[in-house]
């Protein structure tokens, strides 16, 4: 069975359960320190660093550095907070966040009247970008840390690059084995860092006070005007600061906003500002430390208790950016964006903990070539930025979609915002593009990558879907002329079908060749929803069409797995179809595609790639957790 390319449930689903239910404040508060700001909360490793490169012609001066922290500050104030915390997070579905959640919340709430190409090529597209953030992120992040060690001692340097691989393949190498146990301890790792890096900044701040003055916009205005063209090429660095925002509103379902929000105000914000002003404070006096300011904030002896938590800080980082990339790709499956993928769930009572080894591995070798070809975080950095930046103005095109069309916000409160966060992504885009051919390049190209992948799925389902329904027989066009008149079997079939209302292929494939029918038909409809999570009152729509036919659709949210034999035995509790699993047979059917432009469709070389999706992704037996010596298949070509 295909699943369909959209469905709106007749069932009413009810709300998802929110993620504060059962856990305390506090304890959400805590755990989102350690998976929704593992990435941003390490920016300081590199960020000062960066905007301090050589190529920006940017000096130790105090107009330079004030500058600087400054428009950290402000990036905070604005895109983050204002953005992010007080508008985003209330663009949620059900509780949940993220681009596909975005995009499954306007197609629901506005229907034909939603922009649908660009608002499907935004989300796709958000999605593409956030892969490849998946692959940059645990690479700068882990070889960030590592790089202390030069400061250490110069002897280490030829190892950084091994080391920080071992560390990575490890990382991916445990992913199998689950998070659960080891994401309790995300939380108070994060705290002790968040904690530490403040101490650093302060022990500096206390020597040089008036940098606290360094958060007054004006030094942004002094910092612009001392050198237009290199001030602006900087705004490229001075998003790494702000890397891992769009995680406090893909994180949303699992710690709910409110808690994400406190986090963010009362500890990350002054903990990084703390550390910032203190690097700039610090290299006010010692401009000898812009190699690496940040693990010059501490005398020697204590450059090794901060290389364990500052390297420990960007695991946590790679495993949640990583964990997210489980989560996404599963909803890119859910909402027929992707093929179907060996999900593998790695705890019993948490719903979010799953592994999908085709995604890991694959990020694997990715993160692997990047730490190889670029050697240093420095040069990745380009990279990194773009992909961020681009996210996030997408984000900021769908967002308004919702302010406008959905809160229906007055003009003029929705018009300033939208002109002040599209101009401020658009500035910090521009910028990074400056830098194309020095790494900006890499998210730009794995994104169209990606993006063609799930287009060409999305598209061959379509396509495919229509093809099978041309010339089909309505269900009860075949129920008066035929099914009283076949010979039938007992116990019960159950053909999973793209249509409801229709005959499936592989029932005709089955009447052709064996010519019997069993005395009960089941067919089939699985519908994913634009919703993360159904109510299971809700799940089912049962219909008895007579003859000892039924009609049965099962609805689903998009972050939910399928269980058919589950539920469809809780279906037929209380009707007059009985299920018995050790006379219920599945049947499915199995396309082999060709490629053909004898066939108006897509371009050839997109058919041969979406027949290889096709012929890679996991059967529908497992996907379904259908049992195995109760299933058959049954196959026929086709052209699309």
């Known amino acids: 069975m295909k699943q369909p390319d959209s469905a709106v449930s007749t069932a009413s689903p009810a709300p998802s359960p929110t993620p504060a239910h059962g856990t305390s404040r506090a304890a959400l508060t805590l755990g989102a320190l350690g998976v929704v700001f593992g990435d941003i909360g390490t920016s300081p490793l590199y960020a000062l660093q960066a905007t301090l490169d050589p190529r920006y012609h940017l000096s130790t001066t105090i107009t330079d550095l004030y500058g600087i922290v400054s428009l950290i500050f402000w990036a905070f104030v604005f895109v983050v907070t204002v953005k992010y915390v007080f508008i985003v997070m209330r663009c949620d579905n059900k509780g949940e966040g993220g681009s596909l959640a975005l995009y499954a919340l306007i197609n629901r709430e506005l229907g034909a009247r939603a922009p649908q190409r660009l608002l499907l090529t935004g989300a796709l597209f958000a999605t593409a970008l956030f892969f490849a953030d998946a692959m940059l992120t645990p690479a700068i992040s882990v070889i960030s840390a590592v790089e202390g060690l030069g400061v250490v001692s110069s002897a280490f340097k030829p190892w950084i690059v091994t080391i920080a691989l071992a560390i990575l393949i490890g990382l991916f190498a445990i992913q199998s084995r ?333 009447l052709k060749h064996n010519q019997v029918l069993h005395e009960r038909v089941v ?14 009152a809700t799940r089912a729509e049962f219909h008895a069409e007579g003859h000892g036919f039924y009609r049965m659709v099962l609805h689903y949210g998009f972050m939910e797995d399928v269980d058919i034999p589950r539920d469809l035995a809780a279906a037929c509790t209380g009707t007059d179809l009985t299920f018995e699993p050790l006379h219920t047979s599945y049947f499915l059917s199995r396309q082999k595609l060709i490629a053909s432009c004898a066939v108006p469709g897509m371009a050839l070389w997109r058919e041969r790639l979406f027949a290889w999706m096709l012929k890679a992704s996991e059967s529908a037996m497992d996907f379904f957790k259908l049992p195995t010596n109760r299933v058959v298949e049954l196959g026929s070509q086709l052209k699309i």
Not at 219 to 242: E, K, Q
Not at 383 to 391: E, F, I
């Open 178 to 510: 689950g998070t659960d146990k080891v994401g309790r301890l995300f939380g108070p790792v994060m705290l002790v860092y968040f904690a530490t890096i403040a101490a650093m900044g302060i022990t500096h701040i206390v020597q040089t006070p008036e940098v606290v003055g360094a958060l007054n916009p004006v030094w942004m205005v002094r910092f612009f005007a001392a050198h237009p063209l290199f001030s602006f090429l900087s705004l490229g660095a001075i998003v790494y600061a702000i890397t891992g925002t769009e995680a406090l509103y893909a994180d949303m379902g699992h710690f709910g906003r409110v808690p994400i929000t406190i986090a963010w105000l009362s500890i990350c914000v002054p903990a990084l500002m703390l550390n910032y002003m203190g690097q700039a404070a610090m290299l006010l006096k010692h401009p000898e430390f812009v190699d690496n300011p940040f693990f010059h904030m501490v005398p020697a002896h204590l450059t090794i208790p901060l290389l364990v938590i500052a390297t420990l800080a960007t695991i946590i980082a790679s495993q949640a950016v990583i964990s997210g990339a489980f989560s996404v790709t599963q909803q890119a499956i859910q909402l027929g964006f992707l093929p179907r993928l060996r999900i593998l769930h790695t705890s019993s009572h948490a719903q979010g903990q799953i592994y999908i080894p085709a995604i890991n591995w694959t990020l694997a070798v990715m993160v692997a070539l990047l730490v190889i070809g670029f050697q240093a975080s420095a040069a990745m950095l380009p990279a990194y930025g773009l992909a961020v930046v681009a996210t996030m103005l997408i984000t900021t095109l769908m967002q308004y979609v919702v302010v406008f069309r959905i809160w229906r916000a007055p003009v003029w409160r929705g018009v300033v915002g939208f002109l002040t966060f599209i101009a401020i992504d658009s500035v910090l885009l521009a910028s990074g593009l400056a830098k194309l051919f020095e790494g900006a390049w890499f998210p730009i190209a794995v994104g169209l990558a990606i993006f063609t992948l799930l287009t060409t799925w999305s598209t061959g389902r379509r396509l495919m879907r229509e093809s099978m329904l041309e010339g089909s027989l309505p269900l009860t066009v075949f129920i008066q002329s035929t099914a009283a008149s076949v010979h039938r079997v007992r116990g019960t079939a159950v053909f999973l079908s793209a249509s409801p209302d229709v005959l499936p292929a592989a029932l005709l494939h089955n």
């Open 523 to 536: 067919l089939l409809t699985v519908q994913v929803e634009d919703v993360p999570q159904l109510d299971p």
